[in-house]
C-alpha cells in the first residue's frame, strides 16, 4: 500500500463515530499514491484507510489492514518499501511464523507481534511511513524511516486526531483549521520548504524522521502524544586505521550489496541518469544484475548551463543502457501550477520541476526507478563545502573578536554584485568569516539570507507574538555535534541531519504524482554510516568533492566524468523571472492583491524584482519563492 489515512474521535458530550464517507473523501486526494483500490477500518470512534498500490488478499482479516496474532489485534498502515524484507522473512520463518503474502504490510505486523516497536526498527532498511493501531494496548503509533524518504504528517484539536502520508489527506477533512504558523514562513524563506516537525500551518506536524511516536487512547477518545521518540541518527565514527585501498573496496562492497538487495527480483526497473557522478554509479552497478537493458531517463533544457544530457549519453553508451531523453520546453506557468498541486506546502528548491518532469517521463516506461539522491550527502559533493573549508582556513589565521569587528561590517556595506566575476562577489564571504564556522554554513544553505530577508519578511516580524525560526540553531548545533575539530564533518552533519530530509520531500511527492517508486542507495542506512567513517581528508582533495567516490569506480566511466565538477539538477529560474513568468509576477505577487502581502514587504519585493530584471542584482531564488508561495496559498488558501 502506499497513501496511509485516519481519524481518532474524541467522545464528548455528543459522540462522533468514524465515518467511512469521511475516510473516503481524504483517501480520494490521495489516490496517485496507490491507484489499485482501497482498503478500510471503521469501528466506533477509530477510522484507519490506505489507498494500496498492490491488490493483497488474507485469510483471517475483516479488512485487508487487519492483523491477529500472538493475541493481540493490529491495524497496520504502511507507505514504502522494507528492503531487506527477504532477510526479514528467513528470520521469521525460523522461529516458525508463516506468513500469507510477499507484502511487506504483513511483514511489519508479523515483525511488530514478535518484538515489539524498540526492537522492530533498527532490523528495518528502508523507506517507510507506517502507523500501527494495537487495539490490545489502546495505542496508535507512528514511524518515519531514517531519512524521512516517506512522509506522515497530522493534526490534533479539542475533537480528533487526524493523519496522513500528505497534508492535502487532512485537509479533505470538513473541520481542520487551517492558521498558518509565522515561524514557518520565515522557515521556508531560509530553506525553501518548511523543516522538521513543523509544517506551514499552526495545527498541522510532521512525524520527525528516524523517530516514532505513540499515542496512548484514552477511555473518553483522547489521543495523548508521546515522543517524538529517536531510534536512528547519523552518528559517525571517524577510522583512522583503514588504508585508502581498503576504503575503496569497502565503498565498492557496500553499494553493490544495497544496490542488490534493493532490486531483489524486480524486472526491468530504470534509473534517472543526470550524467553527474551519483546516477552514474547506480546505472554501472545496476548493469551488472540481469542481462536486461536498463532503461534510463534524462532531461535537459535549451539553456546550456542547465543541460547535462551530453554526459548522460555518454554514461548510456558506456553501459548500453536504453536512454529516454527530453529537451524540455516547459511551459513556465502551466509547471508552475502542477507544482503547487503536487507540493501542498510551500517548496521553493529550483530542482523539484526537474524532479517532477523526469519522474513524469520515466513513468511512461517503468514503475521503478533507481537514483543517485543522497550521494552529495555521504561523500561530500557539494561546492559550497569546498568554498567554506576555504573560509574556515581564512578564519583560522585571525582570532574570532577580530574577525567579528573587520569582517561583520565589511559584510554589511560590501555591495551585492551578482553581476561581476565570482572573485568581485565577496559580501556573503565577509558575513561568513565573521562567523563561527558552524553558523557560517547555516548562512551558506540559506536560500534568502539576513539582511535580505529581514527587509522582505518585515510585516511577518511585526506580528504579535511572532518567533523566530530556529532553523539556524538546528543546523548550526547538528555541526557542532562533529566536535569542532572536523569542519567538514561538521557540514555533513548539518546536511544530513537537517537538509536532506527535506530534499527527500521533492523525490516523493514528484515521483508519487507520476505514479513511480525511486529507490535511492546512497540513503540506505549502511551506506551512511560507511561514509561516517571515512576520515575528511579522503572526501575533498585535489579540489574536488566526493575524492574516495570518485576513485572507488573511475576504471569504469568516460575520461570527461572523473574530472567533472559537481553541477546541479536545476531550474532556470532567473530566465523564466525575466521572460515566460514576468507579467504572472508582477501581476499575483507585485499586485495590489497579493495574498502574501501580510508576511512580504511588497515594495521591497518590487525593489528586488526591478534590480533582477534590469541585471543589476540575482535575486532569481527569493523571487521564485514569492511566486511559489503566492500561488501556493491562491490554491491550497482560497
Known amino acids: 500500500m502506499s497513501a496511509i489515512f485516519g481519524t481518532v474521535y474524541r467522545r464528548g458530550n455528543t459522540f462522533r463515530p468514524a465515518e467511512l464517507s469521511t475516510l473516503q473523501s481524504m483517501g480520494a486526494v490521495l489516490t496517485h499514491r496507490g491507484k489499485n483500490g482501497d482498503a478500510f477500518f471503521v469501528r466506533e470512534n477509530l477510522g484507519m484507510g490506505a489507498c ?28 514504502g518499501e522494507i528492503y531487506n524484507s527477504a532477510e526479514l522473512r528467513e528470520e521469521l520463518d525460523d522461529l516458525g511464523l508463516e506468513l500469507q503474502t510477499e507484502e511487506d504490510t504483513e511483514l511489519l505486523a508479523f515483525l511488530y507481534a514478535e518484538y ?127 588504508t585508502e585501498e581498503e576504503w575503496l573496496d569497502r565503498i565498492r562492497e557496500q553499494l553493490e550489496e544495497t544496490i542488490s538487495m534493493m532490486k531483489g527480483e524486480i524486472p526491468g526497473a530504470g534509473a534517472f541518469l543526470s550524467g553527474g557522478l551519483d546516477s552514474s554509479i547506480v ?100 561546492a559550497r563545502q569546498i568554498h567554506d ?19 561583520g561590517p565589511l559584510g554589511l556595506i560590501y555591495p551585492k ?32 539570507r539576513n539582511p535580505l530577508r529581514q527587509k522582505l519578511l518585515a510585516p511577518l516580524y511585526r506580528m504579535q507574538g511572532f518567533v523566530p525560526s530556529d532553523i539556524g540553531k538546528q543546523f548550526s548545533d547538528a555541526f557542532a555535534l562533529a566536535g569542532g575539530h572536523d569542519t567538514l564533518l561538521g557540514m555533513q552533519m548539518a546536511e544530513i541531519s537537517v537538509a536532506l530530509p527535506e530534499a527527500m520531500v521533492k523525490v516523493d511527492r514528484a515521483s508519487m ?5 525511486v529507490r535511492s542507495p546512497f540513503l540506505d542506512t549502511k551506506v551512511l554510516e560507511l561514509a561516517g567513517q571515512i576520515p575528511s581528508e579522503f572526501k575533498i582533495r ?6 574516495i567516490l570518485r576513485k572507488s569506480f573511475e576504471p569504469q566511466f568516460p575520461m570527461k566524468l572523473k574530472s567533472r565538477p559537481k553541477q546541479g539538477f536545476e ?45 543589476i542584482g540575482s535575486y532569481g531564488g527569493t523571487l521564485w519563492s514569492l511566486l511559489f508561495l503566492e500561488k501556493w496559498a491562491e490554491r491550497w488558501l482560497d
Open 513 to 517: 504524482m507520476c505514479g513511480l517508486e
Open 116 to 242: 515489539g516497536l524498540e526492537r522492530l526498527l533498527p532490523r528495518l532498511r528502508g523507506k517507510f511511513a507506517a502507523a500501527i493501531l494495537d487495539l490490545s494496548e489502546n495505542a496508535l503509533y507512528f514511524v518515519r524511516d531514517p531519512l524521512g524518504q516517506k512522509p506522515l504528517y497530522y493534526y490534533q484539536d479539542g475533537e480528533k486526531l487526524l493523519f496522513a502520508s500528505e497534508i492535502k489527506g487532512i485537509l479533505a477533512h470538513e473541520n481542520v483549521n487551517r492558521e498558518i504558523l509565522p515561524t514557518a514562513v520565515e522557515d521556508y524563506f531560509i530553506m525553501g520548504c518548511v523543516p522538521g516537525e513543523r509544517s506551514i500551518y499552526r495545527h498541522i506536524r510532521k512525524v520527525m524522521h528516524g523517530s516514532w511516536m505513540k499515542f496512548q487512547l484514552r477511555e473518553d477518545g483522547s489521543a495523548e502524544p508521546q515522543g517524538p521518540f529517536r531510534y536512528w541518527r547519523f552518528t559517525p565514527q571517524t577510522n583512522e586505521d583503514v
Open 542 to 547: 585535489e579540489g574536488l568533492g566526493k575524492w
Open 417 to 448: 554584485m551578482d553581476f561581476m566575476p565570482r572573485i568581485f562577489r565577496l559580501k556573503t564571504a565577509f558575513r561568513n568569516l565573521s562567523m563561527s564556522a558552524g553558523d557560517a554554513y547555516a548562512n551558506s544553505l540559506s536560500f534568502c
Open 283 to 382: 546505472v554501472a552497478i545496476q548493469s551488472r544484475y540481469g542481462c536486461e537493458q536498463i532503461p534510463t531517463f534524462s532531461i535537459g533544457f535549451q539553456e546550456n548551463a542547465f543541460n547535462e544530457l551530453n554526459f548522460a549519453e555518454a554514461i548510456s553508451d558506456r553501459f548500453g543502457t536504453d536512454m529516454y531523453e527530453e529537451i524540455v520546453e516547459p511551459d513556465a506557468v502551466e509547471e508552475l501550477k502542477n507544482l503547487v498541486e503536487c507540493y501542498d506546502e510551500p517548496y521553493s528548491d529550483p530542482s523539484a520541476l526537474p524532479t517532477l518532469l523526469v519522474s513524469r517521463l520515466a513513468a511512461h516506461h517503468v514503475s521503478i526507478v533507481f537514483s543517485g539522491d543522497g550521494g552529495d550527502e555521504c561523500f561530500a559533493g557539494y
Open 571 to 615: 531550474l532556470p529560474t532567473d530566465a523564466w523571472l525575466r521572460g515566460p513568468l514576468k507579467e504572472i509576477f508582477r501581476e499575483e505577487v507585485l499586485g495590489k492583491n497579493s495574498r502574501i502581502s501580510q508576511w512580504v514587504d511588497i515594495n521591497y519585493a518590487k525593489k528586488l524584482y526591478r534590480d533582477h530584471a534590469q541585471g
Open 52 to 79: 494500496l498500490w498492490a491488490e493483497t488478499v488474507f485469510e483471517e482479516a475483516d479488512s485487508p489492514i487487519e492483523y491477529r496474532l500472538g493475541g493481540k489485534t493490529l491495524i497496520v498502515l504502511l507507505d
Open 389 to 407: 573549508m576555504k573560509e574556515d582556513m581564512l578564519r583560522s589565521l585571525m582570532p574570532g573578536f577580530l574577525r567579528r569587528m573587520i569582517f
